[in-house]
């Protein structure tokens, strides 16, 4: 079936520095790539989005990657600060089928070192 | 705006009984979606609605269930309860339009079968 396969599971940085997080899918017709960010207690937040027809796609310090041939895509994390700490979700889905369903990741564990 | 509202947000049930819990969606979206969220198997898509029609459903059995009203909150239903059932049950609203989607995660509800 379907899979979403993430990495690393968990990850520390030095505040300041950069954290990037890799996943990779098997269902080559999906086409919609979304990041989660979960604080402790919270519910899952859409933090940012990619469609295939994009390779990459910037907001503020945050970024992510799609190499659709590889299928693989990644989020990159910049100047990183203290409320970045969290644990992030992939996902991907086909977006143009009412029928397809939306796979995650399992979720990486982000704490950002004073 | 108000966020989107989960009710109950702790219970408590026993096995074999069966839970109803509530969605109410960001105001002006027709779209709720709900997940399982357990550290054993992470995050799991269990079903969508839109405009009261159930667009796309998870692989999980027929003892989960769920309903869109016509003002979009969304109820969704398990029966006899299983141990296994224990977890975080997320829901989500969201709006598509002009390219770009918006999707808000509810607190949860975190149902406990004992």
């Known amino acids: 079936g379907e899979n979403v396969e993430q990495h690393p599971s968990t990850l520390s940085v030095q505040e300041g520095d950069s954290a990037v997080i890799k996943c990779t899918y098997s269902d080559s017709a999906s086409n919609y790539f979304p990041w989660y960010k979960q604080e402790l207690g919270k519910g899952p937040q859409l933090i940012i989005d990619?469609?295939?027809?994009?390779g990459e796609k910037k907001d503020q310090r945050i970024a992510v990657t799609l190499n659709k041939t590889a299928k693989h895509f990644s989020l990159h994390i910049t100047e990183t600060q203290p409320e970045d700490s969290a644990v992030y979700f992939c996902?991907?889905?086909?977006?143009?089928?009412?029928?397809?369903?939306?796979?995650f990741g399992s979720g990486t564990r982000l704490s950002i070192r004073p | 705006k108000a966020g989107v509202t989960q009710t109950p947000r702790y219970l408590i049930k026993t096995r074999g009984q069966q839970v109803t819990l509530s969605c109410s969606p960001i105001?002006?979206?027709?779209?709720v979606s709900w997940y399982q969220q357990t550290p054993g198997q992470g995050l799991q898509f269990l079903f969508e609605?839109?405009?009261?029609?159930?667009?796309n459903k998870g692989n999980f059995p027929g003892r989960f269930s769920g309903r869109q009203f016509s003002n979009s909150r969304s109820e969704m239903n398990v029966s006899t309860l299983e141990l296994g059932d224990s977890a975080l049950y997320l829901c989500?609203?969201?709006?598509?339009?002009?390219?770009?989607?918006?999707?808000?995660f509810g607190p949860g509800t975190r149902l406990t079968v004992t």
């Open positions: 105001s002006g979206h027709r779209s």
């Open positions: 996902a991907a889905r086909e977006w143009s089928s009412s029928a397809s369903k939306i796979i």
């Open positions: 990619i469609r295939s027809n994009v």
């Open positions: 989500a609203s969201s709006s598509t339009g002009q390219g770009k989607h918006e999707q808000y």
């Open positions: 609605y839109f405009s009261e029609t159930q667009r």
